[in-house]
């Protein structure tokens, strides 16, 4: 892995209109490729973006670019599956764990009155613990984070030791929240998918690892979940240059 070159791939798709025109957000995806993979990789961003159960997009941008910065090693986040009964109980362990982290209840409420009032989104809320406030300015657009994968042979290894599914889902948010969680800035992550037919969500630390929580919300629902909470007050440019910026490839074995 070390020593090659790499790409970064990525992929955003919208209907009625691009994201720039007030479109809905579809789907996007993020890997990292050598040139010689460039190929399948486009392909299977294409096809991600294609056949999505949000719907059928009508604007899709896919571009690479090489990569000149080292790429970090990152090992994944020990997991946790909490099966629930109900999006309610769900929830309510998802707030558990979040003060268990240290959040401020005051905060915590906010942060899920900023989620209902900003679903649709395509990248991430950053939200200031202390504050209390959200602290990126990317409004309806969010902190997309880029640059980062996991090759398939090791992620299968890894679901099959620890007995989860071999999703790309799972392989997907896994690689994100880690990224996400190895920065000192990032204290917790909460996210469910924006994918009406997918209601398994999570709560990601460096502390607690990657809480698997199976029910967050209801069968059908498009209103999806990112958000950060960040200690980072004066260092934000460099947190989000970290989150978009800093390639990272996440590895269970050497
Ligand atoms: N950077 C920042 N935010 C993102 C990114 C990204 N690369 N990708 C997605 N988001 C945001 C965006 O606002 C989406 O609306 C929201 O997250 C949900 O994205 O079984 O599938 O890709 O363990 O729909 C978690 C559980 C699944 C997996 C999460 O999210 C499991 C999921 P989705
Ligand atoms: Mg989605």
Redesign the pocket.
């Known amino acids: 892995m070390q020593g090659r070159k790499y790409y970064s791939v990525r992929m955003r798709a919208a209907k009625d209109g691009s994201h720039e025109q007030g479109g809905n957000?579809i789907?996007?995806?993020?890997l990292l490729s050598t040139f010689s993979d460039i190929n399948y990789a486009v392909n299977s961003l294409l096809k991600k973006g294609l056949t999505h159960s949000?719907g059928r997009p009508d604007f899709m941008q896919i571009q690479f670019e090489c990569i000149n910065e080292p790429i970090k090693l990152v090992h994944p986040l020990k997991?946790e599956?909490n099966e629930v009964e109900s999006a309610e109980k769900g929830q309510a362990l998802a707030r558990k764990l979040l003060q268990q982290l240290g959040i401020p209840r005051k905060s915590i409420e906010k942060a899920y009155k900023l989620i209902t009032e900003n679903?649709?989104?395509?990248?991430?809320?950053l939200f200031d613990i202390h504050l209390g406030e959200r602290i990126d300015d990317r409004n309806e657009k969010?902190?997309?984070?880029?640059r980062?994968d996991w090759l398939d042979a090791d992620f299968e290894k890894w679901a099959d030791h620890f007995e989860?599914?071999r999703?790309p889902?799972?392989k997907?948010?896994?690689v994100?929240a880690g990224k996400?969680s190895n920065h000192p800035a990032t204290i917790a992550e909460l996210?469910?998918?924006?994918?009406p037919d997918?209601i398994?969500?999570?709560v990601a630390s460096k502390k607690l690892g990657?809480q698997?929580i199976?029910k967050l919300k209801e069968f059908g629902d498009e209103r999806?979940?990112?958000i950060f909470f960040v200690d980072c007050l004066e260092a934000l440019d460099s947190y989000i240059h970290y989150?978009e910026k800093q390639p990272v490839f996440i590895q269970w074995e050497e």
């Open positions: 957000h789907s996007g995806g993020e949000r997991i599956t679903s649709g989104m395509r990248g991430a809320i969010g902190v997309r984070v880029s980062m989860v599914p999703s889902k799972v997907e948010a896994l994100l996400a996210c469910w998918s924006d994918d997918y398994t969500g999570y990657y698997r199976t999806g979940c990112r989150l």
